[in-house]
């Protein structure tokens, strides 16, 4: 049905014409409150309102809408105690374009209403229209919330938007201000908003938001850009069981992002920051007590490296020096086994704390691990004399081994469709390593190899270990493993990717693909109204039907091609050739 315009205007309430809409209104209504036409000179603007942006060009046309037609919808005012005025609630608008179309008087509904009550009555007129700005909606939210009348879930129902709806408004209102009016302003979208909610500091949310307005970011390539405000929480050092619950934490994030249910960035570099340097800071203080030397000016640390060694632990992933006799004889030498740590700008956005220990005996290194330096190693090969290790012996023969398989396999697969089946599974594998042991692949993996563990493989298995998966399956059944894992893999591709492949998949975006039921909830009444008009559904809703019915209504309704404007765009390929 027709949507019905709630803020279009109203008669030039004069003479006899005022006289007869006046006796035909109500004059006593406890839901809208009592009919009255006052002297425009006794009602003034809220306020309370929050909504301070208007579209100019249908202001205009509703001022010249009024002067032609006059008011056709009374405002609704409460009554100001003790000076005889009233307070505008709901049509600023209306009251703004009969002041200037010279209207003396306006038709109005009074209603005794509190602070709180007449909030709550804007905030929810305000979230039906189309053009009410996120910002001022988010500061309207946040007012009701403060005032007490509402819980998040409350507001939620009230408004019959969906709770993550209500959250995202609401981590809006805690934006710099900068970053509000450029909101505001429409510099930047609701969705750009969103992405900088996820930062932690407000110098990183300017800074982000300088860089999306002079790069001119889309949303997708802001979303990526914040890798360089995160940091992997499971490379921490620290203990992370308080981050569990930090709201800034990315899985903790996932009510207004569900993409990031399972994923584990600290988006509070500051605070990642400062337990790693409290963390190795207790390190070197407890060492220092020991004994051990402390380094902390960096320049010196710099020129220590270079002239001696640095070390690390055996069981240590690092790539530094493991002494073989490490926890046996270096962690007891107190006079040439030192830690340094320091603070160091490691880009130009942030800080990063250094950490590490030296060894400032080489002589005793090098007699420990049985090797020589490598000039040491280059003179002694030059001049036939000199001992080399084990180790370094058998480091040649790998390489010498490496280059021999690297340059006869490409022949062998090129040759084997076999051996390029399974070296394609072999790479998706590797390719998506982590996800194919956490997501719930448990049952394919022991398809693949009945030993597999995933206690015992809970993060990552070597690149040896996944080829060993690979290498068990018959050759009979290479084309049924691989079809499984290429679809398994799918959910992992970017999804431009998969627009891309749609014309091949035999999949027509514009005819195949319709809204769901989470795009049709980010939408509001009047935008569904209107959506139900323009593909010509067949739902009969009343203009105050609850908006989760009208969603449902819709869904029962065949989707495929009726698009919005966004959702084409959406859909449309990019053209691009590689270069």
Not at 259 to 280: I, P, S, V, W
Not at 326 to 340: P, Q, V
Not at 546 to 555: F, P, R, S, Y
């Amino acid at each position: 049905m027709k949507k019905v315009k709630q803020d279009n205007s109203t008669p030039n309430l004069s003479g006899q014409d005022s006289k007869k809409i006046a006796a035909a209104a109500p004059r006593n209504d406890n839901s809208t409150g009592v009919y009255q036409l006052i002297d425009i000179g006794k009602i003034q603007p809220s306020k309370l309102n929050y909504r301070k942006t208007f579209n100019a060009k249908a202001q205009e046309e509703l001022t010249e809408s009024i002067k032609s037609k006059g008011v056709l919808q009374p405002i609704s005012v409460r009554p100001l105690k003790g000076n005889g005025s009233f307070e505008i609630v709901i049509g600023s608008r209306r009251y703004c374009g009969a002041k200037d179309a010279g209207l003396k008087q306006m038709p109005c509904m009074v209603k005794e209403l509190s602070d709180a009550e007449a909030l709550e009555i804007q905030v929810i007129e305000n979230s039906q229209r189309e053009d009410v700005n996120p910002m001022e909606e988010a500061m309207g939210f946040k007012r009701l919330i403060e005032m007490g009348k509402h819980t998040h879930e409350t507001l939620a129902k009230k408004l019959g938007k969906s709770l993550s709806y209500v959250f995202g408004r609401l981590s809006l209102a805690k934006l710099p201000e900068e970053v509000q009016k450029a909101v505001l302003g429409e510099k930047i979208s609701l969705g750009h908003a969103l992405i900088l909610t996820r930062l932690r500091h407000p110098s990183e949310q300017k800074e982000m938001l300088q860089a999306i307005i002079q790069q001119e970011m889309s949303v997708r390539e802001a979303a990526g850009s914040l890798d360089d405000f995160e940091n992997d929480i499971n490379k921490a050092v620290f203990d992370t069981a308080a981050c569990e619950k930090c709201p800034y934490l990315s899985r903790n994030q996932a009510v207004l992002f569900p993409e990031l249910k399972k994923t584990g960035e600290c988006m509070d570099k500051g605070c990642f920051f400062a337990k790693t340097r409290d963390f190795y800071k207790a390190i070197t203080e407890e060492k220092k007590k020991e004994g051990f030397k402390i380094f902390t000016d960096a320049k010196e640390v710099e020129g220590l490296i270079k002239k001696y060694v640095r070390i690390c632990p055996p069981e240590s992933s690092e790539y530094y020096e493991k002494p073989k006799k490490y926890k046996s004889e270096c962690m007891k030498c107190k006079e040439n086994h030192a830690y340094f740590i320091y603070e160091k700008d490691s880009n130009y956005y942030r800080k990063s704390i250094e950490f590490g220990e030296i060894c400032l005996d080489k002589k005793c290194l090098d007699a420990m691990n049985r090797t020589k330096t490598q000039d040491s190693n280059i003179q002694n090969s030059n001049e036939g004399s000199g001992r080399i290790s084990p180790h370094t012996i058998a480091a040649h023969a790998r390489a010498c081994r490496d280059r021999f398989l690297r340059a006869n396999f490409p022949a062998k697969v090129e040759a084997s469709e076999v051996l390029q089946k399974r070296f394609t599974i072999y790479h998706v594998l590797a390719t998506y390593n982590s996800f194919f042991l956490d997501e719930g692949q448990e049952g394919f993996m022991k398809g693949l190899n009945p030993s597999f563990n995933k206690n015992k493989n809970k993060y990552s298995v070597g690149q040896d270990v996944i080829y060993g998966f690979v290498a068990w399956i018959p050759a009979a059944r290479l084309d049924e493993a691989l079809k499984r894992i290429l679809v398994i893999a799918i959910q992992w591709a970017d999804e431009d990717v998969l627009l891309r492949m749609t014309p091949e998949a035999g999949i027509d975006m514009a005819k195949d693909f319709g809204p769901d039921e989470e795009f049709l909830n980010s939408k509001t009444k009047d935008e569904l109204m209107k959506f139900i008009g323009t593909h010509k559904l067949t739902v009969e809703m009343k203009e105050s039907e609850k908006k989760g019915n009208i969603v449902k209504a819709i869904l029962v309704q065949d989707l495929k091609g009726k698009l919005t404007k966004e959702l084409k765009e959406a859909v449309e390929i990019e053209e691009g050739n590689a270069t």
